[in-house]
């Protein structure tokens, strides 16, 4: 039997949900590739409400090797709660991230991590050759991915990869709601990173089924890639001074408010034309009250921010090193 490490070098977060076919497959692989590396390492599983047999398969499995640490979530909640409760519990100085369907592969964990101790804070991998269907995977991830560089700032030409390798201040730094597990390298941007990419293995899926399969996932699956887009670019910019946002879109509503109301005060007083009954007036006066609300929203916003950071004494900055 393995002795768990009590310093692991190497952590590997895998989110899981109903893969019992392909546990087996995993495991084996995973401890091929990691023991070659001649590091210490484990490997954290999060079961996400697995109704096949899953979890039971892996307590197996740790019964033999207490490197391979399983959570079990009571119900379904996602890959971004499995890669969150791994993130927290992993001890590594790298930390790496992959599917458990077995399409990532394994033997390109050491590649990464070499990657990543030339002086990356995250190293993505690229799957150029990918093993997907053109329409309903292929075509929509490139547009995502394009959509995603250009409004975030981290240029990685596969974002929906999840094998990646975070070193462990970047994991220990963000917190991971909704879905926003693809958009780790751009939230940890905010904290400043180095990003690289690099080509990895993509394999067909051979056992189970996709859980993401279909046209109508696809729609919903892009719906809410372009809804997180939203907050991530929120989070970037504005989640420290939000009344730049609301202010900027305030001030915006209501001088155009106001322009419409001098427009219309002109024809009034000078013309002598009726306004009264105008849908002009209505715009000019909902866009004043539009503004004002925007405006507010932002000053809310503002004390929100600061009850947030002075509550919990957190910081607005994070330290890469010191020295002396």
């Not at 409004?151 to 970047?170: A, E, M, N, Q």
């Not at 929120?234 to 730049?244: A, E, G, M, Q, V």
């Not at 000053?299 to 002075?310: A, I, K, N, Q």
Request: charge should be neutral; glycine fraction near 8%.
């Amino acid at each position: 039997m393995s002795e768990a490490p009590t310093s692991p070098d190497v952590s590997v977060v895998i989110p899981l949900y109903n893969e019992v076919e392909n546990i087996p497959e995993l495991y084996r692989q995973l401890t091929e590739a990691l023991e070659g590396m001649g590091r210490p390492y484990e490997v954290i599983i999060a079961d996400d409400g697995s109704t096949d047999g899953s979890f039971e398969a892996l307590a197996e499995i740790h019964a033999r090797d207490p490197r391979l640490k399983v959570i079990r979530f009571r119900r379904n909640y996602g890959q971004t709660a499995g890669f969150a409760a791994g993130f927290e519990r992993a001890r590594g100085e790298w930390i790496v991230t992959m599917d458990a369907d077995l399409q990532n592969d394994p033997a390109d964990i050491p590649k990464l991590i070499h990657k990543a101790e030339e002086g990356y804070d995250v190293v993505s991998g690229w799957r150029v050759h990918r093993q997907d269907a053109l329409f309903t995977r292929k075509i929509p991830s490139r547009i995502a991915n394009w959509l995603i560089a250009r409004v975030t700032g981290v240029y990685l030409h596969d974002y929906g990869c999840s094998l990646k390798v975070y070193h462990r201040d970047v994991v220990k730094n963000i917190r991971l709601y909704g879905e926003l597990h693809r958009f780790v390298p751009a939230v940890a941007s905010g904290v400043g990173i180095t990003v690289a990419e690099i080509p990895v293995n993509h394999r067909p899926r051979e056992r189970g089924q996709s859980k993401y399969a279909g046209l109508g996932k696809t729609i919903s699956r892009s719906v809410k890639v372009f809804l997180d887009l939203l907050t991530v670019r929120f989070l970037l910019s504005y989640s420290t001074r939000p009344i730049h946002i609301f202010g900027s879109m305030g001030l915006l509503l209501s001088g155009l408010g106001v322009l419409i109301g001098l427009y219309l005060t002109f024809e009034k007083l000078v013309l002598g034309q009726d306004i009264g009954t105008r849908p002009l007036l209505l715009l000019s006066v909902l866009l004043v009250i539009l503004g004002v609300q925007m405006i507010s929203m932002g000053l809310l916003g503002e004390v929100m921010v600061r009850t947030y950071f002075e509550a919990q004494d957190k910081p607005i900055y994070v330290v890469r090193e010191e020295l002396g």
